[in-house]
């Protein structure tokens, strides 16, 4: 199951630059994890400031 950015995303992109996989790209004005792009590896989520990111 892929990793989910909710909806208390600010939008920074620390997340997006830890994704070794490109998974993550912005949409709609906050961060979004493309499911088939993640790998489930969740180095996204120390990443997060706001902890916006789980599975
Ligand atoms: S869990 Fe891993 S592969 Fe998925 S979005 Fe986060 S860093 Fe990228
Ligand atoms: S690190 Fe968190 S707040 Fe920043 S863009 Fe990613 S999900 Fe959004």
Redesign the pocket.
Known sequence: M??KISDACVNCGA?EA????N??SEKDGKRW?DPD?????????AACPVEA?AQ
């Not at 830890?18 to 996989?21: A, D, F, G, Y």
């Open positions: 892929a990793y997340c830890e994704c070794s996989s998974a993550i994890i792009k993640c790998v489930d590896c969740g180095g996204c989520t990111i």
